[in-house]
């Protein structure tokens, strides 16, 4: 069974443009998450999709936005890219019917701003 | 809303030995905690979890235990291998519609052979 994919893997961008990332889950998972991790602020929450609708979303500006598709697969993107933006981002799926259901995460998409 | 503290950010521990890492949390509703490792240039990896419904947790190597009281819980791994060596999360879910966790800040577990 295929794990969680991110696309992709590593990028570079400059202030001021935006980047797409996406997100294939577990064959079968409804739900999918997604987090922003750097050094100084750990792993920190950015919003949550069950069923194509945004169920919950974390502090984050404007710019940080996310959708899912009828098959599960989600995006986010971040535009007027911002020098603190550079992180590791990652994705994580489940199935999502249950609250305390185990949350599976990709590997990650390395974004570095310059 | 929902704060996670965990302890110690950097523990090393000789090959044999067992290692402790514990976490607190805030909030009362908070029903699910796992835990996660996370190797160099991978995402975090599921290791174990306890429901708050459970007191102790076993697999292995490897137990969790909570105390929903004093709003804490730990990890247990007893006889570490260098291959545990790696950055451990813990974090918390509260009761609800969504499946939001709050990590800790992470421990860097050194096992040294």
């Known amino acids: 069974k295929a794990g969680v994919t991110q696309t992709p893997r590593y990028l570079i961008k400059t202030r001021g443009q935006q980047v797409t990332l996406s997100c294939s889950p577990i064959?079968?998972?409804?739900?999918v998450s997604w987090y922003q991790q750097t050094p100084g602020q750990g792993l920190q929450f950015l919003f949550e999709?069950?069923?194509?609708?945004?169920?919950n979303k974390g502090n984050f500006p404007g710019r940080f936005s996310g959708r899912q598709f009828s098959n599960s697969r989600s995006e986010m993107n971040v535009s007027t890219l911002e020098l603190g933006d550079s992180a590791l981002y990652l994705c994580?799926?489940?199935?999502?019917?249950?609250?305390?259901?185990?949350?599976?995460f990709g590997e990650g998409s390395r974004l570095t701003v310059l | 809303g929902e704060n996670v503290e965990q302890h110690p950010s950097t523990l090393s521990v000789q090959e044999g030995d067992s290692a402790v890492i514990k976490c607190t949390y805030s909030?009362?509703?908070?029903?699910?905690f796992p835990w996660y490792k996370q190797e160099l240039g991978k995402g975090p990896q599921l290791i174990i979890d306890?429901?708050?419904?459970?007191g102790e947790k076993k697999d292995q190597r490897i137990a969790v235990t909570l105390n929903k009281t004093a709003k804490h819980f730990s990890l247990h791994i007893t006889e570490t291998q260098p291959e545990d060596s790696a950055v451990y999360f813990c974090?918390?879910?509260?009761?609800?519609?969504?499946?939001?966790?709050?990590f800790g800040k992470g421990t860097k577990l050194t096992v040294n052979p």
């Open positions: 994580a799926s489940s199935l999502g019917s249950s609250n305390t259901g185990e949350l599976f």
């Open positions: 974090a918390a879910r509260a009761q609800g519609g969504s499946e939001k966790l709050v």
């Open positions: 999709y069950f069923s194509e609708t945004q169920r």
């Open positions: 064959s079968g998972h409804r739900s």
């Open positions: 909030d009362s509703a908070s029903n699910y």
């Open positions: 306890i429901r708050s419904n459970v």
